[in-house]
């Protein structure tokens, strides 16, 4: 069964520099997302991703983050300059072309800021 | 406003015995209905969904969820806990599908006891 793959499944950074978290989204799957789950709280919607733009985002997805499809197939989420709250698990969804709304997700990046 | 309730932050059962897990949507719209687990240091597992189809759905592992438009819940249920049972519930609700991402609620941590 396909599935969604994300690289790094742990990143340390410091406070400051740049990130860049990975993912590889279902061959056939269009919309993309990214959500964002801090320790002991719950998945929250960072940003939705369609035909090479963003469609939606949540508040949280200020401009600090960015997301692109460079080469067609990894879906990346880019974090500009880190700060210590940006240390959460970061979840990769795509979406089903089935009508029925199902997100698939992968096994999140987990990225801690020092 | 729409919003997901999970109306248990911790649900203790012994293993063998029934499980049930809350979970109450508001919404303008007929949502879509999604049960998802967190095993510790996993990433998130479709359980069941519900899209305007059968009002109860059965799921993998012997999950099953009872959709009752009148209560607005969408309950998890199974007859027989298993130690393997144990995991983090999250209710989901898609409101509009597409672009806008999942709305999870805040979980529930289900422990089985021996």
């Known amino acids: 069964e396909p599935e969604v793959t994300q690289t790094p499944s742990h990143q340390v950074t410091q406070m400051g520099q740049e990130v860049i978290l990975r993912c590889v989204p279902i061959?056939?799957?269009?919309?993309f997302y990214w959500y964002r789950q801090i320790l002991g709280q719950k998945v929250e919607f960072l940003v939705s991703?369609?035909?090479?733009?963003?469609?939606?985002k949540s508040e949280i997805f200020d401009d600090q983050f960015s997301v692109e499809r460079p080469d067609g197939s990894n879906f990346t989420l880019k974090i500009r300059s880190t700060k210590l709250e940006d240390s959460a698990m970061y979840f990769c969804?795509?979406?089903?072309?089935?009508?029925?709304?199902?997100?698939?997700f992968g096994p999140g990046t987990r990225l801690t800021v020092t | 406003a729409q919003s997901v309730t999970q109306l248990d932050s911790h649900v203790s059962v012994s293993e063998g015995t029934p499980v049930l897990l809350r979970c109450n949507y508001s919404?303008?719209?007929?949502?879509?209905l999604f049960w998802y687990v967190q095993h510790p240091n996993k990433g998130l597992q479709l359980l069941l969904k519900?899209?305007?189809?059968?009002?109860l759905v059965k799921g993998i592992n012997g999950f099953e969820a009872e959709f009752k438009k009148s209560e607005t819940s969408f309950h998890l249920t199974k007859p027989s806990a298993h130690m393997s049972d144990a995991a983090e519930y999250f209710c989901?609700?898609?409101?509009?599908?597409?672009?806008?991402?999942?709305?999870f609620g805040k979980g529930t941590h289900l422990i089985i006891q021996p």
């Open positions: 989901v609700v898609s409101f509009t599908g597409g672009a806008d991402g999942l709305t």
């Open positions: 991703f369609y035909n090479n733009e963003i469609s939606e």
């Open positions: 519900y899209t305007s189809a059968a009002t």
């Open positions: 061959s056939n799957h269009l919309y």
């Open positions: 969804a795509t979406l089903a072309p089935t009508g029925n709304y199902e997100q698939y």
């Open positions: 919404s303008s719209y007929s949502p879509s």
